[in-house]
């Protein structure tokens, strides 16, 4: 498997703030990470596919301007929420994709919430 | 279009088995993926079927039928630290995860 870390595990931040999460693969290089966003009692829902050193591929629906996704390295992507509404309040939970198979292995996620 | 099915929430007692079954269907198949997610956890990953057959992991199996569509894992002797939801995920030909809603499992001593 992959260990994978974020940070922060939790925030909570004004309405109109930006947040900055982070994600670290820790003892992989990573050239796809992966940015999901799980709302209470609801499933994983993709929100975009991070690439090593070129823009992130982001699903219908989700403003890239608004989910900015940075992977400068193969070990580190980073999503900044900018001008976060209390409706971007979620878990936000990154993986790394592994292996032959392609199992993808997740970090711990971070509690966003906005006020 | 894809989707993924499995049932909502499902309730056993310590001890038992429980099968949680899951059908899918998505443009082309690379493997089926199950996951075990504790509340206000993220997801672990369990197993992966890409062949048609039975996996075993322990006190968890898992099983594939690519003619069906249709998977399912197999939890025996279950614990109370069993009680999670599991999510069933496809993966179609762009090696994409389809994610099903997860089903909520409870343990009951």
């Known amino acids: 498997g992959a260990v994978v870390s974020q940070h922060p595990s939790w925030v909570i931040c004004k309405s109109g703030t930006s947040v900055k999460i982070e994600c670290r693969s820790l003892d992989f290089q990573a050239t796809t990470m992966f940015w999901y966003r799980q709302f209470p009692k609801q499933s994983l829902m993709l929100m975009a596919t991070?690439?090593?050193?070129?823009?992130?591929?982001?699903e219908q629906g989700v403003e890239k301007d608004k989910f900015l996704i940075n992977h400068a390295s193969l070990t580190l992507s980073t999503l900044t929420v900018t001008s976060a509404h209390p409706e971007d309040s979620s878990f936000y939970i990154c993986?790394?994709?592994?292996?032959?198979?392609?199992?993808?292995?997740f970090g711990p996620g971070t509690r966003l919430t906005v006020t | 279009g894809q989707n993924i099915d499995q049932p909502t929430e499902m309730t056993a007692t310590e001890g038992a088995i429980v099968q949680i079954n899951c059908t899918y269907q998505t443009s082309g198949f690379n493997g089926l993926f199950w996951y075990q997610q504790h509340a206000g956890e993220a997801p672990t990953f369990l197993s992966y079927?890409?062949l048609d057959g039975l996996e075993e992991k322990g006190r968890f199996s898992s099983f594939l039928s690519r003619s069906k569509g249709y998977s399912y894992l197999l939890l025996k002797e279950l614990q109370m630290k069993d009680s999670a939801s599991y999510l069933c995920?496809?993966?179609?030909?762009?090696?994409?995860?389809?994610w099903g809603a997860g089903t909520k499992l409870i343990i009951k001593p």
């Open positions: 079927n890409v």
């Open positions: 995920a496809a993966m179609d030909s762009n090696y994409q995860l389809i």
């Open positions: 993986s790394v994709r592994v292996g032959r198979t392609y199992e993808q292995y």
């Open positions: 991070s690439n090593e050193g070129s823009k992130a591929t982001y």
